[in-house]
């Protein structure tokens, strides 16, 4: 008897053990979204999924501001979310610096109630169905059994479901000091581009340097750049997952679907000379307040 209660014992403490450990991984995680349409339910995912973090598309992949990013931006600060980026899918047909600036030129005027340049819109509704972008965690067949262009007016938003307040967290270095800014990272989105003249193509040292002007630009202006891909986008534009290693210095996004909210994966999956990531996307297509979202965590 004696035994078996001693067994039941080790028993109980070994899955509350489990249990707690399992609390803590999942309560030290940060939640987050990207958006590549306007989005009204920000109020919804900072009450309900305890949003930290916004990332909204502001660049169009066939090279035009997208000018739903301003709404995106002052409905999620209204809404309490501390924490707002934007992401921009570059055209590689066209100017990586003039790009970088007219979107920086462009967020401000429109945030600031001004005009926009009509010279960085799209011209034709044409313009607006895009690659959307932040994809990089399908493989190849998926991405054929998809459709990843833009459905007009569908959302898309990518988010994790763990939970716990800003306050409770370390906040990371790279994130440090954007509390107060209108927003905060500029994200650059490396992955296969199908908007007509926009395609990376096979020229890997130029693709490299196209990565680095876009980054250059940013810092110039004062702004805080960051990457998103994946091993397997990166190796599709780089050339090789080891290719490239002039951007590692910037925080990294990366994509791999193994529903798994954690950076176990890294060592397999790593790519581009970073050491460590900022961001892990690992699932695609789930549904939070009526989106279909992707899930992300730090």
Known sequence: VVALTNHLSDSIMLTLFTATSLFIAISSATKGVDISQPCSEFSCLKSSYAVDFTIT???????YFD??????????????IPYNDVYMFPCRGKSAATQVDDMIAD?????????????????????????RGMRAGYTPQQK??????????????????????????EIPEWRKTDITATYGMIWFDIEVNPSSGCGWGTSYSSNCDYLQQLIQAAVAKGKKPGVYSSEYEWE???????????????????????????????????FGGWS????????????????????DYY
């Open 57 to 63: 598309r502001a660049w169009l992949s066939s090279g």
């Open 144 to 169: 054929k059994d998809k459709i990843w262009l833009d459905p007009r007016n569908k959302r898309v938003i990518n988010m994790t479901e763990l939970s716990k307040t800003r306050e409770d967290r």
């Open 67 to 80: 000018s739903g990013s301003i709404t995106n931006l002052k409905n999620a600060e209204s809404a309490g």
């Open 236 to 270: 599709t534009v780089m050339g090789s997952r080891d290719a490239c290693t002039a951007a590692k210095a910037y925080p990294l996004w990366y994509a791999h679907y193994d529903n798994n909210p954690s950076f176990s994966d890294w060592s397999s999956t790593k």
């Open 276 to 295: 460590s990531p900022a961001i892990k996307q690992y699932e695609g297509d789930v549904k939070w307040c009526s989106f279909d979202v992707d899930a």
């Open 107 to 131: 967020l401000a005027a429109g945030l600031a109630g001004e005009p926009l340049n009509i010279t960085t819109l799209p011209s034709n509704d044409e313009d607006m169905i895009i690659a």
